[in-house]
């Protein structure tokens, strides 16, 4: 029987990655697998993307592995040039080491594994179209079915989201161990995922492990990122703080105050304004926490 682990949205969170390495452990497990973004949104993108690579995990890019794949380049979106809105990417960009660049651009979008004891599970980050596009759990099917068309497999992997789900929808199957590194759900631990195949299919089981909070913000703060990354950089901590999707700020920024250019003020003003919650996708309307 193949037993495989899981992984996703790690996001340079280092201390979640370690916690999720020692849980698993006690686990016999024949592969782990990497659903994208091992980069970007955390402190230590360098490390965990280190770790990813030197054990040779099978791993598709994220959209985070884009933003450090794309900016800068002819194929960014020109929003992607904002100083402010994406000072965290810069600051990313400016600290990843060139020869771990260099691996990640090889990295594919999709993987399609094939055990010999277990159906074929096709791997992406967002969607099969894009690592943008989401799969959520409030979906109806049609809305899932129409994302999966192309797909062959009838069982599927994917992240992006944060949200762990196990969902049927038309003949797919669809797997989304949550985040490793910056839960969204309200629960201050890393999430992931264990499959194990059979004839008939792959049954999960989801796990969440503790890892230590205040080492991340040690480290965000060790490395510049507090000063560096300004406004947008707060939101991120924010983000860390609340284990929720606070960058609403930017859908309330476009409703409210679409002429007025982004700074503290601007975001002290949006998290006193509303909660987290009105300017979040429903899926994340969740009690969890």
Known sequence: MTKLAILSDIHGNLPALE???????????????????????????NQTAKIVIDNGWPVVRGNNEYFLLDYGTPRAPADWADPVQFAPTLWTNQRIDPELKNVIATWPDTLNLRFDDAPPIQVFHGSPNSSWESIYWTMTDQ??????????ADFVICGHTHLPMDRQAGKWRIF??????????????????????????????FRRVNFDYMAIFEEFEKTGFNVQCGPIGRLVLEIYKTARPTFGFLAWRAAHRVNMPISDALLDEYLQACEWWEYAHPAYHIKNG
């Open 19 to 45: 916690a999720v390495l020692s849980d698993l452990r006690q686990d016999d497990v024949d592969q782990i697998i990497v659903a994208g973004d091992v980069i970007n949104f955390g402190p230590s993108s």
């Open 143 to 152: 809305e899932i079915e129409g994302l999966l068309s192309t797909v062959e």
């Open 176 to 205: 989304n161990p949550g985040s490793v590194g910056v839960p969204l759900d309200g629960i201050f631990s890393a999430s992931y995922m264990l499959l194990e195949g059979n004839g008939q299919g792959w049954v999960p089981t």
